[in-house]
């Protein structure tokens, strides 16, 4: 099972064409020589082309006899049947197309890893585009996919974009959202309760005696971001804490946007005594510009993140996080994707999976 990196990086492909051609020539050429053909498998066999067909895709009776012969054949001459071929006579690829915003950012790795490993069960491979965030990149490798006569279409979206927005739209091919909405686009939609991650990781703050804590949140434009928001501000509510402009910071979601809201956070006259971070990596950017401030995480400062990625167990000191079922995320994402497939009438589905927390050493009770 291979997951394939689309690169539609034109320049520096461009350059290598006339290499890349020369070598693709001549490994065609060595293939020509090599691989075996349908109809020698058949001649050796001493059967029609059609009976091996029937053989290979299992679709009609074929005495014991001439099956033998025809597998024996296949193994004798290593003979593998077209994928294309196959999918151009069964509208059928077993290929799933996934784009997600950027693949560096674990929470999305580990998202990958359940539909992988889902999809590879189910008998399909995923092609695997990244967006890094850009929504004009994410609706071009959308329709490179969709012309990779792919069976359905994973999309993590990187923001909206008129041109995705109209090509989903247009395009009936079975789609599932996960973890972020495409406007008007109705599809199979999974995701975490980011409202109650936010309001999990603010009241657990609150029950630690802290009353000013800010929130550094991500990108405005994002669902899941101002869902989180929206639980930090319900939490402070309930606990009949005033929110304060100057402690909601709006970043990306990376270790650098973290670490800037941070500095800016820590340099004000009244800062917090706790910040919930949007996610881990803002969280882990964060304690680096605590360190540098010479601010001690836990003492003078609690950091709370989101995610509960691989590496927030390894931070110093370890991050106490909000923990999304990200494997699971996967998982169903792959399961309800094939069944889409397979059953294009089935009711949308909706699905929202519950978040929790984990209590590490980045937190602790405010100094009185």
């Known amino acids: 099972m291979r997951i394939n990196e689309c690169d539609l990086t034109l320049t520096s492909s461009l350059k290598n ?16 020589d090599h691989m075996a053909t349908m109809k020698q498998v058949a001649e050796k066999a001493k059967v029609s082309t059609t009976t091996v067909s029937h053989v290979i895709n299992n679709t009609r009776v074929v005495s014991e006899d001439a099956r033998e012969r025809v597998l024996s054949v296949i193994r004798e001459l290593r003979y593998h049947p077209s994928a294309v071929a196959r999918s151009l006579k069964n509208d059928k690829t077993h290929t799933l197309g996934m784009v997600i915003p950027n693949n560096s950012n674990p929470y999305f790795a580990e998202i990958i890893q359940g539909i992988e490993a889902e999809s590879f069960k189910l008998g399909y491979n995923i092609i695997l585009c990244n967006s890094y965030d850009d929504p004009k990149k994410q609706a071009a490798y959308t329709r ?4 990779k006569r792919i069976d359905g279409l994973i999309i993590v979206s990187s923001g909206s974009d008129e041109e995705l927005n109209q090509l989903l739209a247009d395009e009936e091919i079975p789609k599932v959202l996960v973890d972020r909405e495409v406007p008007g686009i109705m599809a199979d939609f999974i995701e975490a309760n980011h409202e109650q991650g936010g309001y999990l990781a603010t009241r657990y703050l609150l029950d630690l ?10 990108p ?4 899941p971001s101002s869902d989180r928001v929206h639980g930090y501000w319900r939490a402070l509510k309930e606990a009949g804490v005033a929110s304060r402009d100057d402690f909601l910071f709006h970043s990306d979601f990376t270790s650098q946007g973290g670490y800037t809201a941070f500095q800016q956070l820590l340099a004000l006259t009244n800062r917090p005594t706790a910040i919930f971070a949007s996610n881990d990596l803002m969280a882990i950017g964060g ?9 001690t995480v836990p ?6 993140g989101y995610d509960d990625i691989a590496l927030a167990s ?8 909000v923990a999304q079922p990200k494997y699971e995320i996967g998982v169903l994402t792959a399961q309800i994707m094939v069944r889409r497939i397979l059953n294009s009438t089935l009711a949308l589905r909706r699905e929202k999976l519950e978040t929790h927390l984990i209590i590490r050493q980045s937190t602790a009770p405010r100094k009185v």
Do not use: W, Y
């Open 144 to 147: 490179v996919l969709m012309e």
């Open 314 to 321: 390894f931070s110093t000191p370890p991050l106490t996080t």
């Open 287 to 295: 304690l680096c510009a605590a360190h540098q401030a010479g601010v």
């Open 17 to 32: 064409m006339g290499a890349v051609f020369a070598m693709r020539h001549n490994l065609v050429d060595e293939r020509q």
């Open 220 to 223: 405005k434009t994002l669902l």
């Open 299 to 304: 003492d003078d400062l609690s950091v709370i």
């Open 209 to 218: 005696g802290h009353r000013n804590i800010a929130c550094v949140a991500g």
